[in-house]
């Protein structure tokens, strides 16, 4: 095929693909194409919300990647899972439903962002969920009914969950109600993305219903490897399917859509991004923009692990294996049971000291020991426990990502330069003290054996901090290597649109300029509705008709 098949080609069909996919199509009006490298999500483990761990680890689905070197962190390698697969992240991850704080919206206006205060945003994250849980009178304004996103409330709360929200209040931390309403401050319930029993990752939400739309195509196993460029216009795509190599043409755009490290990495293979890196790879430049691949941010995380005496979280111990079956089998008749459970049940949003303006770190409580991406499971065999995960919300550190060559199928080259700042680390090391006292508190002692890690010997600040230097992963939310704004380093203007470019824009997580305080994928998603309606606007040439959509 070679002519201008389709007006919207989409690269990329994880958690913003999804939602292009779905709302560029749906006025049967224009007709779309989505490319997705990895297959359909087919795969059973990715509906079962504890299927996670397997995901995560990347038996299937998943592009596995690694950083590079870390200095600041030990000189180790760092593992970067992200999905491959229909759904893309949102089909791997945790499930858990988060926005991020209202100022980092607003501070993403103040960066030159204009149209995305939180106030501007929220009719978008309004539009995307269909609200499950009860809302609080004062909250009622913060959610959406009928929208594609199913967010779940949480059902039984597995005994350890309970424990770590009695701990936390016997502490004196401040309780929410809702993390995405009026505060997001506190320790509570974190809500999911589940409908029935089942994990609703994006691809769910958006893309099954709008599959059979005749206008729609999705390809799989579609590799894209080169956005096509006639003068300063984008037309179409070169994807690589088995080993066809194929092109196709877009009349009116083609949106990145692959990801905070995929997208960069397609934009410098084909000839967009800084001159000294496309040179090193022979890559003949087309567009110069400094900013490709830059200021890349991500959330820095470590687990304080207890050792339980109770048998009442997960584990794969084998005194587990009965329970484990019997889930097995209430989930398969009755998407019923703790199967249904993503783990992460509860969490909170604190401030590290007294002076912060926001709540700088981000708890998930976990009724299961850590088991480092699912690499390492030897701790989950043994034990039976509970971990406070602990990531620092706003990091100053600013990686990179790049090119390792022009194979277009090779790993992009991924360098986070993780705790370059110490004030991260200094956060995270008063984020273990804090999280210790929680665990210490009475709501715990039925439950607790020994603290496991970092363990009863790492005491001192300096102690704490080399700790965290040496076992500090990624919580699997890098963003802002395409980032949003009009200066220097921008890569898409506040339309989404590549700076200099007619007919490309870039919408996923690589596009925020700042990282949120929170989860990524809604974010995301909000991103993704957001861009969906500029583009339906641009399309319309009519200033009102896509932002109407979201009113
Ligand atoms: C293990 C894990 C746990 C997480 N937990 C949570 C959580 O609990 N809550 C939360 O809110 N967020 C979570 N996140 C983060 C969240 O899922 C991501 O921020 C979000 O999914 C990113 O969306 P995206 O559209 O930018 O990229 P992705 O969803 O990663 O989608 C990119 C898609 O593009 C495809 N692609 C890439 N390159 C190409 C190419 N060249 N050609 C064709 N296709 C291509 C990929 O295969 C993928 O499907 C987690 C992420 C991971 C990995």
């Known amino acids: 095929m070679k002519d201008t098949d389709y007006d919207y080609l989409i690269a ?13 199509s749906a006025d049967g009006k224009h007709r779309v194409c989505l ?16 299927g996670l761990i397997p995901l995560v ?13 870390q200095p600041h962190m030990g000189g180790r390698r760092m593992y970067q899972p992200r999905g491959k697969v229909l759904g893309g992240s949102s089909s791997i991850n945790a ?21 995305w205060s939180y106030e501007e945003v929220l009719p978008y994250f309004r539009r995307m969920e269909n609200y499950e849980p009860a ?12 929208g594609p996103l199913n967010i779940a409330p949480r059902g039984a709360l597995n005994p350890l969950s309970q424990a770590f929200l009695d701990a936390a209040g016997q502490a004196g931390l401040p309780a929410t109600a809702d993390f995405n309403g009026a505060q997001q401050e506190g320790y509570g319930i974190l809500h999911r993305y589940h409908r029935k029993g089942e994990r609703c990752s994006n691809a769910a939400a958006y893309l099954r219903p709008a599959e059979g739309r005749p206008n729609l195509t999705v390809i799989t196993g579609a590799h894209v490897t080169r956005v096509l460029l006639e003068g300063r216009r984008a037309v179409g795509v070169r994807y690589r399917k088995g080993r ?10 083609v949106i990145v859509s692959g990801g905070a490290f995929n997208s960069p990495q397609l934009l410098l293979l084909s000839g967009i991004g800084p001159r000294a890196e496309l040179e090193k790879h022979g890559i003949p430049l087309l567009h110069e923009l400094p900013g490709v691949g830059q200021n890349l941010q991500d959330h820095l995380d470590l687990y304080v ?26 989930y398969a008749l009755f998407r019923r049971g703790y199967l249904t459970s993503n783990l992460a049940e509860t969490g909170a949003f604190l401030r590290s000291a007294p002076e ?32 406070i995960t602990i990531n620092e919300n706003r990091p100053l550190s600013r990686g990179r990502v790049g090119l390792h060559s022009a194979d277009p199928l090779a790993a992009p080259l991924i360098d986070p330069n993780y705790g370059a700042e110490g004030r991260e680390i200094e956060r995270l090391v008063r984020g273990i003290k804090l999280a210790r006292k929680v665990l210490a508190q009475p709501a715990f002692d039925p439950h607790r054996a020994v603290e496991l890690v970092p363990g009863p010997q790492v005491r001192s600040d300096e102690e704490l901090r080399h700790w965290v230097r040496h076992h500090a992963e990624t919580i699997y939310h890098p963003v802002g290597t395409c980032k949003m704004g009009v200066d220097p380093l921008a890569v898409v203007d506040p339309q989404l649109r590549v700076h200099g470019l007619q007919g490309l824009r870039v919408i996923d997580a690589s596009v925020m300029p700042s990282l949120i305080g929170g989860n990524t994928n809604a974010a995301v998603s909000m991103i993704g509705e957001k861009g969906a309606a500029m583009i339906l606007r641009d399309a319309a040439g009519n200033a009102e008709a896509g932002e109407a959509l979201a009113a």
């Open 35 to 50: 490319l997705e490298a990895g297959p359909r999500d087919w795969n059973p483990l990715i509906r079962l919300p504890t």
């Open 57 to 69: 680890r990347g038996w299937w689905c998943n592009w596995k990647y690694w950083s590079e070197p």
């Open 244 to 253: 066809a190599e194929r092109e196709l043409r877009a009349a009116r755009e």
């Open 135 to 146: 809302s609080e009178p004062r909250d009622a304004r913060f959610h959406g009914k009928g």
């Open 95 to 115: 499930q858990v439903y988060i926005r991020g704080n209202a100022a980092d919206f607003d501070r993403w206006a103040a960066q030159g962002c204009a149209g």
């Open 305 to 330: 692990v207890t050792k339980a005496k109770t048998r009442e979280g997960f584990s794969f111990h084998p005194t587990s294996w009965w329970r484990a079956l019997a889930g097995l089998v209430q």
């Open 356 to 387: 912060e303006p926001l709540p700088d770190l981000q708890w998930h409580f976990a009724p299961v020991v850590n088991a480092y991406h699912g690499l390492d499971l030897r701790g989950v065999f043994r034990h039976y426990g509970y971990s």
């Open 12 to 24: 990329g069909g994880g958690s913003a693909g999804c939602v292009l996919a779905n709302r560029l």
